[in-house]
């Protein structure tokens, strides 16, 4: 053969077009069948109606007169270049003995798709060979669920834009949690942002430190202003918003039973009743930063690139780089991020140096370890950065054998507690809360406690004071799981 005939054939073979075989031209059918047509691909449809038949030659569709469940169909069908076979009869038994018939004959890279009514017809298409069975009920309802998603979206989002034009020239704080972590500050940077493009003033408020190396790197790197809540009086502001919180008074420096006007978090609330004017808490989320995404989404805010890079960096941070109760929802909400956000700092923030007291803690977390089962406590004794805490229980998550790792330590009045679990069996943030009361909590996974020193606090020796800490803080967390100590 000559090059030229070569290169003919070749351009035959590369212009050929795939074509698709429906079997059955019921609504579903034949609505599919138009929608290939659109995209420009070829269809071959198959009826045992006449009517029907004539009628789709008429609209200028291939159209076969069969019967689905007949086994000499398939002889009568011209198979060449066909990618996909669809049954979409709304008789099962007519789809299993066409998937049958078919399945014998046709060359295993073509992909069977089929119509089920029900689960129980659909496994049994899946057992016959099917490649993929749907359920239009299922089909439906997923749609109208993603539907009805983007309608509470906006719902949500035209109620939020409307409480915020209701204070407009007034000052509102944004409060977010005592020694806010990236979630918390991005979050907090996202209200401020959709304030500001409503006529609002607002300002960013913490208690506490910022004291973990990433979330200083975090906040240096992208010049982000924040204030401190002992330099601002909340009285000098006409409204509130909580942010990665819920209460006022828990893990925050708002005055309990304080009124609130917005509430926006991703942490379960527990028991405890939440009281504002507006309440957006979404547990099933990894992070609060999703939320807001969504928020700025929906109300068609530019997003510049501090911000972007900020709430993809919390999204990352809070759920482990998605690896910790992750939802689709914060898939989506990177993937949108991502090409908006500076790739630059965010590689700076993920290799920040380490503090020499985190390395002291650590140290201190291994040679102090209790191991009990799969559970392992650490008293790392005093400390001065409560942040260095979460960073050694997600070390020591990382031995062999070990599921759930508690680290507790002691400040000059408070005894802080930090935990992380990787067995589904335990909710971390239900046993704090059960251990060490309502200043405690969390996620399934990831949770703390602080707990005022109170009586110890009178203990003058040291070593007596964190002894009498330890058993104490040991004791009520083994109760709460349910384990027994050994008393060692």
């Not at 009514?117 to 299922?138: A, C, T, W």
């Not at 979206?153 to 949690?177: C, E, M, P």
């Not at 102090?368 to 805490?389: C, F």
Request: net charge negative; with cysteine.
């Amino acid at each position: 053969m000559s090059n030229s005939s070569k290169d003919a054939d070749s351009n035959l073979k590369s212009t050929v077009k795939p074509r698709y075989l429906i079997l059955g031209s019921g609504s579903i059918g034949f609505a599919l069948a138009k929608e290939l047509r659109e995209s420009n691909k070829l269809v071959i449809i198959v009826d045992k109606d006449e009517a029907k038949i004539e009628t789709l030659r008429e609209e200028g569709f291939e159209a076969i007169l069969g019967d689905i469940s007949d086994p000499e169909l398939v002889n009568n069908i011209d198979l060449k270049n066909v990618v996909a076979i669809l049954f979409l009869s709304s008789n099962n038994e007519a789809n299993r003995k066409g998937i049958e018939n078919f399945k014998k004959v046709v060359n295993p890279d073509i992909q069977i798709f089929s119509r089920a009514s029900d689960i129980i017809n659909k496994e049994k298409m899946e057992d016959l060979g099917s490649d993929y069975v749907f359920m239009p009920s299922k089909l439906v309802a997923s749609s109208l669920s993603r539907s009805l998603e983007r309608a509470e979206s906006v719902h949500r989002g035209n109620r939020l834009a409307r409480w915020l034009k209701g204070i407009r020239d007034k000052k509102l704080a944004i409060v977010i949690h005592d020694n806010p972590d990236p979630d918390a500050i991005s979050s907090g940077l996202a209200l401020k942002e959709i304030a500001k493009s409503l006529g609002v003033e607002a300002s960013i408020l913490y208690h506490g430190r910022i004291g973990h190396q990433e979330n200083k790197a975090f906040v240096n790197l992208l010049g982000i202003d924040l204030g401190k809540m002992e330099e601002h009086d909340l009285k000098d502001f006409d409204e509130i918003a909580l942010i990665d919180c819920s209460i006022p008074g828990v893990n925050n420096m708002v005055p309990p039973n304080s009124y609130v006007g917005i509430v926006i978090d991703h942490h379960p609330p527990g028991e405890t009743e939440i009281k504002a004017e507006y309440i957006d808490i979404r547990p099933n989320f990894g992070a609060t930063a999703t939320i807001m995404t969504k928020y700025l989404q929906q109300l068609n805010i530019n997003i510049s690139k501090t911000l972007a890079t900020a709430l993809l960096y919390g999204i990352r941070t809070d759920t482990q780089d998605f690896k910790r109760k992750t939802d689709p929802a914060d898939l989506s909400a990177a993937s949108y991020l991502y090409p908006l956000s500076n790739h630059g700092i965010l590689d700076q923030l993920e290799q920040p140096s380490m503090a020499i007291e985190t390395l002291e803690v650590l140290g201190e977390a291994i040679r102090n370890r209790q191991v009990l089962g799969s559970y392992l406590l650490s008293n790392v004794g005093n400390i001065r950065d409560r942040d260095t805490l979460p960073q050694a229980a997600d070390y020591l998550l990382s031995l062999e054998g070990i599921s759930t790792t508690v680290v507790f330590g002691v400040s000059e009045d408070r005894i802080y507690i930090s935990g992380r679990s990787t067995d589904i069996r335990v909710n971390l943030g239900e046993i704090m809360r059960q251990a060490f009361g309502e200043d405690a909590g969390g996620h399934a996974n990831a949770a703390g406690a602080q707990i005022p020193l109170g009586v110890f606090s009178a203990t003058k020796d040291r070593q007596t004071l964190l002894r009498l800490v330890n058993e104490a803080v040991v004791k009520r967390f083994l109760s709460a799981v349910g384990v027994e100590s050994t008393g060692e």
